[in-house]
């Protein structure tokens, strides 16, 4: 027997608000992924796992049965006074499933909660650069998505410079920041720092300068943004299948239509009118050959050749209207607006008003109110916000993690010593390979740096892969480095049941950096520095190996 949508609705509603069953183990895995806290003294027991409810039928945690669980889990005799920092993490669970839901107040609620409940472990060191950036961090969410953006932004600063080296947290603070920018007005971006650490991140940057209406910030991004263009016509089931080509010719096209409006604004013309040509061009020499079999229309929820058409045309008319505007060929541009409705955008903004500057001021009333996309912004940036919570969750740091990390890597932190003092700082020196890291020197001159940790933070896994690239370019006599390539990997453990997955936990993680170290003053906006990385990051570890031995 099949049963509807409804059915399904009705019971994962009715099992969220089922009372607490007399065994409420569950309730806590529920809630924040881990295990009943037995006797532990931090009730810490067990490594976060995914809930079952983000697998079958939804793609995601179901904020109503978290909160559930959350509530019953706190309430629970199974959760001893002492377990501080378990509590701590249960309702950092709830308040972020409360973000999820939409309702920020009781979010704020929880993270008050979970403040007054730290007590002294908000003294800790480790605790405040996991957990108390964590609780920074959906605070910040919180308020911005409430539109307290003078409460949101400094606590998304203060977060960003906490944890400069992690790509969650870069990731989480620009998306905040990102959201108190003032929609045509140039400021500072939130996302050099993330595309420092990640170079997909670059590619971000420019869509999200696009998305504020920078658009002299577009065009100077562009130079240093790599397209993965197909290099032959594309399989038909590439976009049903993803595969490396057909998401470069997206992302190809996603970029050239926003440089070439972007060149427009800026009075480029030429330069407009080149993107799009070339855009045309690559999409034509990219496209397969007709076959009998109509498979351009079938995806998996994704692209279809379709859909990048309908986008080309709508986004290739948009860019075309300004280059009217600019041109002052007015009907021209007029007419490209109405034979296609514009996204709502930024572009479309800019465009409105620069038509409605352009037309005589009898017709000026005939250009449309940017107040309806101004909202669909607004909505957007909504949506942005509430899809970073999960990476707002830090995995909670201790001293116990960092003694388990440094087995895997013995020489690294004894090598912290006062070297280069002609340098005037502290440096590591050089360091062997140890069991836990690789690192390769390629033909082109990179290094490719990786390192593997079972440590329960995927963020101590980046630093200190990050941290040992930038030895390795002090070994080179370069006082800084560029990540060229970058690839994080989650190993896990998934139990099913009937063949259906049911829970996965982390066993470890792997960062892989391919650098390229530099000379000072070459790539300033992609070029990391080796001595504050080795500075900032080196010292963490190297004092609790000394509190150990």
Not at 371 to 390: G, M, P, T, W, Y
């Amino acid at each position: 027997m099949q049963l509807g949508g409804g059915f399904v609705l009705f019971a994962l509603g009715a099992l969220a608000a089922t009372p607490a069953l007399a065994s409420d183990k569950q309730d806590f895995e529920t809630c924040d992924g881990r295990v009943h806290p037995g006797k532990q003294s931090d009730g810490m027991r067990g490594e976060a796992s995914e809930s079952a409810y983000s697998f079958g039928l939804s793609s995601s945690r179901l904020p109503a049965v978290v909160i559930g669980a959350c509530t019953r889990a706190l309430a629970s005799p199974r959760l001893l006074p002492t377990q501080t920092l378990r509590r701590v993490h249960l309702l950092r669970a709830r308040a972020a499933a409360q973000l999820e839901s939409g309702d920020a107040a009781k979010a704020l609620a929880d993270l008050d909660l979970a403040q007054a409940a730290a007590g002294g472990l908000a003294a800790d060191r480790f605790y405040r650069r996991s957990m108390g950036v964590s609780l920074d961090l959906l605070r910040a969410l919180a308020l911005a998505n409430s539109g307290d953006m003078a409460g949101a932004l400094p606590l998304a600063q203060a977060a960003s410079a906490a944890r400069p080296y992690s790509v969650d947290v870069q990731r989480v603070a620009a998306t905040v920041l990102q959201a108190g920018r003032p929609i045509g007005t140039p400021s500072p971006s939130p996302w050099s720092a993330g595309a420092r650490l990640t170079p997909q991140a670059a590619t971000l940057a420019l869509v999200k300068e696009a998305e504020i209406g920078n658009f002299a910030g577009v065009v100077a991004l562009y130079p240093g943004i790599k397209i993965d263009w197909p290099s032959a016509p594309l399989a038909p089931m590439s976009f049903a299948m993803r595969d490396v080509g057909s998401q470069g010719l997206v992302v190809g096209a996603m970029v050239s239509l926003h440089v070439a409006y972007a060149r427009a604004a800026t009075g480029d013309v030429a330069g407009a009118r080149r993107d799009l040509a070339d855009l045309r061009s690559r999409v034509a020499a990219a496209r397969p050959a007709p076959t009998p079999q109509a498979t351009s229309t079938f995806s998996f929820g994704g692209m279809t050749w379709e859909a990048l058409d309908r986008f080309l045309d709508v986004r290739g008319r948009q860019v075309e209207a300004r280059i009217a505007v600019a041109e002052a060929r007015v009907p021209d541009a007029i007419a490209a607006l109405v034979a296609a409705p514009m996204p709502h955008d930024a572009a479309t903004i800019e465009l409105l008003g620069a038509l409605k500057a352009a037309v005589p001021a009898k017709d000026a009333g005939l250009v449309p109110d940017v107040a309806s996309f101004s909202k669909e912004l607004a909505d957007d940036r909504q949506k942005a916000l509430k899809a970073v919570v999960s990476d707002a969750l830090l995995a909670p740091e201790t001293p116990r993690a960092v003694v388990d990390y440094e087995r895997a890597r013995p020489n690294i932190l004894g090598a912290l010593v006062g070297g280069a003092l002609s340098l005037g700082t502290s440096l590591l020196g050089g360091i062997d390979r140890t069991d836990g890291f690789r690192t390769k020197v390629n033909p082109d001159g990179t290094t490719k740096v990786e390192f593997i940790g079972n440590t329960p933070s995927s963020a101590l896994v980046q630093e200190m892969t990050l941290l040992r690239a930038a030895e390795v370019a002090r070994a080179a006599g370069k006082p800084g480095f560029v990540i060229v390539e970058r690839s994080d990997y989650t190993r896990r453990l998934t139990t099913s049941r009937g063949g259906m997955p049911i829970s996965s936990v982390a066993q470890g993680f792997k960062t892989e950096l391919t650098i390229r170290p530099v000379d000072a003053g070459i790539e300033p906006e992609r070029a990391l520095d080796a001595i504050a990385i080795i500075d900032a990051l080196g010292p963490l570890y190297y004092e609790e190996k000394q509190k150990k031995t």
